[in-house]
């Protein structure tokens, strides 16, 4: 008999989860939606302070009894903000962009799951080895910032195979049931979604950012390094906007000598305080921005492509249901 692991224990009826969209992109109202639509709802809380991962958590209580995650970005935290999320009660923390070992023994102590987002089979199997008790593969079809090293389909049915009885969750591109089929025949037990769930109502991106994606197709999204300001030298997807292209059209050229490099960009409203936000920064345009969207990091994967209206995490859990169902029977 298969060893019970983390996913039958979390029991959630659709095997879809939100990526952790750091910032709160992922909040209390998305997760909430997610969890009420049968999946498993995961908060951005990557590069917040503490007191603010707490009051998020303890609003997305509010709104559902259903079991949480959130998501840590390791070389943007401290720590406390680990701690935070163990403290606030979520069943699971997803980390990302690091080693997850200095984190298992506490969360085991308090009945919770680390899942490691990774970006190859060798990190996933060190992940898995240090007590990690799922694994995110990531591709490179990936929106935000991207770890991985190949498309995903090249790499996911060798982790699920070198991981055993530790679930796969495959991220990256994924847009439609069609390609949750593909994913959960392919080895994973679920998909981890991003992309799709910021261009929702629910979502906390700004309002012309989600306009943005209804825009744009996957060709016009990018792998790049230029949005660094907060976290440097790191891969990340975008959709090509002014920013983007005035950067190319001038060589290219390295950090310190940009076009517009240090200028105000806009601000965000952070607690009733407005904080300015200079051009390249990592920072999201969420619904909190004032500024110009073509300025900021438009952070999408491949997905992209099958984002055509915004709609409600409702509208499209069920539209991937009926995708899921039907490609089930034309494979049948
Ligand atoms: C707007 C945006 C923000 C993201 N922020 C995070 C984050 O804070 N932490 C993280 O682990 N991954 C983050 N990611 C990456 C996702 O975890 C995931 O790999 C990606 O969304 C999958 O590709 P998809 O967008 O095509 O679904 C982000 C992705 C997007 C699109």
């Not at 009885?165 to 949750?180: E, L, N």
Request: aromatic residues 6%.
């Amino acid at each position: 008999m298969r060893k019970r692991n983390m996913l039958d224990h979390l029991n959630h009826k659709e095997p879809i989860w939100n990526a952790g969209m750091g910032l709160g992109l992922a909040g209390p109202d998305l997760v909430a939606a997610i969890s009420g639509a049968g999946g498993f709802g995961v908060l951005g809380a990557g590069a917040m302070p503490a007191g603010a991962i707490k009051s998020m958590i303890e609003a997305t209580k509010k709104l559902t009894k259903k079991p949480l995650g959130a998501n840590i970005i390791i070389p943007m935290s401290d720590g406390s903000d680990v701690a935070a999320c163990f403290d606030a009660g979520v069943k699971v923390v997803v980390l990302f962009w690091g080693d997850v070992q200095p984190y298992i023994k506490d969360a085991q102590k308090k009945g919770i799951y680390i899942v490691s987002q990774c970006g190859s089979v060798e990190e996933a199997v060190i992940a898995a080895d240090a007590g990690a008790s799922g694994i995110i593969m990531q591709g490179t079809e990936a929106g935000g910032h991207v770890k991985a090293k190949s498309p995903l389909f090249e790499t996911l049915q060798s982790c699920a195979r070198e991981l055993g009885a530790i679930p796969t969750i495959a991220s990256g591109g994924i847009g439609t049931g069609k390609d949750i089929l593909k994913a959960l025949t392919s080895g994973a037990e679920a998909v981890s979604m991003g992309t799709r769930f910021l261009a929702t109502t629910e979502s906390s991106a700004a309002k012309e950012y989600k306009e943005r994606l209804i825009l744009a197709n996957s060709d016009d999204t990018v792998i790049t390094k230029l949005f660094d300001g907060g976290w440097a030298d790191a891969n990340h997807r975008v959709v090509m906007n002014d920013a983007y292209n005035r950067w190319v059209d001038n060589d290219s050229r390295s950090p310190g000598q940009r076009p517009g490099e240090g200028s105000q960009i806009g601000t965000v409203s952070i607690e009733d305080t407005l904080v300015p936000l200079t051009r390249y920064t990592t920072y999201p345009p969420t619904s909190a921005f004032d500024g110009d969207i073509e300025e900021m990091p438009l952070y999408a994967g491949t997905s992209v492509s099958q984002v055509r209206e915004v709609i409600s995490v409702a509208t499209l859990m069920s539209t991937l249901s009926i995708e899921y169902k039907k490609a089930l029977l034309e494979k049948a």
